[in-house]
């Protein structure tokens, strides 16, 4: 690893403005993502600003009826609360399938959005990578992409977002809280929060640099039938071949969203017209714009045979 240096922010402005003036310095809070890619020389930050004492970590009640999760709400407290397993249950099972309970003791509710890719080209820093290095190339494209994207990929970059919790936050229409160096403050739509990789994959998300994000705020509860179903390679701590969150209303209407098979939570909101004609008919809207690879092609019937599931257990 190489040397850093390190500051306490004393207030989510200060600790932006302090990121803000450097453009090598990294927010930390768990580092459950950040310090392994320290180590492995993927990020280079030359300054770390703690954010850890800015008391983001408690869940409140929302004007509106929803609930508002502070940035620093660790992944393990935020998965027992009552009012998300009541609530928004999606949430918490997402969370419980995120990871093993030593990392979700430490990780936190930003960071968890900001977690980089998983793909194994981008941790080999002996290969190109359009995220790590960008112009380099995508060694990704033409090599074993049996974990990678099917939808919403590029020419430049075919790597998938990682995050489980996610997926949920986007079924259930979360709003990111950030405030920025001057103070100011701005709430971003969780649709328009992961970009596409288009031509820039190392910009993965509407942030500015220095831009922190103090809270996630969900809107009040959809009701309905909330699952989250994750296909992995294993059953313990693993990253999503292909997951679904879905909430479920007694009518067969709903919302769907799908991790491990696009660069962010993947949901296209025309399909759910179709939730009530069964998974065939909604996975055939979801993918429609598929791009597999001989790897991955498999990920394409997975996805409706793991939605047939979860639309089979909302059932009951």
């Not at 403050?185 to 929060?193: C, L, V």
């Not at 288009?198 to 039938?225: F, Q, R, S, W, Y």
């Amino acid at each position: 690893m190489r040397p850093f240096t390190y500051e306490r922010a004393a207030s989510p402005a200060a600790a932006a403005a302090a990121v803000q003036r450097n453009p090598d310095a990294r927010f930390i809070a768990g580092g459950t993502n950040l310090l392994d890619l320290m180590k492995l020389e993927i990020e280079r930050p030359i300054h770390l600003v703690d954010v850890n004492g800015l008391k983001l970590d408690g869940v409140e009640p929302a004007p509106d009826g929803g609930l508002r999760i502070g940035a620093l709400v660790r992944n393990t407290d935020l998965a027992a609360d009552r009012r998300v397993r009541r609530d928004y249950a999606v949430l918490s099972r997402a969370l419980l399938a995120g990871a093993s309970g030593q990392l979700r003791n430490k990780a936190t509710t930003a960071g968890n959005l900001l977690q980089r890719t998983r793909c194994p080209y981008f941790y080999d820093t002996d290969q190109p990578c359009n995220k790590r290095r960008p112009g380099s190339g995508c060694a990704a494209i033409g090599g074993f992409s049996r974990q990678l994207a099917v939808i919403g990929a590029s020419d430049a970059c075919i790597a998938t977002h990682p995050s489980d919790m996610a997926v949920a936050m986007r079924v259930l229409d979360a709003t990111v809280e950030t405030v920025r160096p001057d103070g100011a403050t701005r709430t971003i739509p969780i649709a328009d929060f992961h970009r596409l990789p288009g031509d820039t994959p190392h910009v993965e998300t509407a942030l500015e640099h220095g831009e922190l994000i103090t809270a996630v705020t969900l809107p009040k509860p959809a009701g309905g039938a909330q699952i989250y179903r994750k296909v992995r390679d294993r059953a313990s701590y693993a990253f999503a071949l292909v997951s679904v969150a879905a909430i479920v209303q007694p009518d067969g209407s709903g919302r769907v969203a799908l991790g491990g098979v696009a660069p962010r939570p993947w949901r296209v909101e025309t399909a759910e017209a179709e939730m009530p004609q069964g998974a065939k008919a909604v996975a055939a809207k979801l993918l429609a714009e598929a791009r597999p690879t001989h790897d991955n092609a498999f990920k394409l019937p997975l996805v409706e045979r793991t939605l047939g599931a979860v639309l089979a257990e909302a059932k009951g």
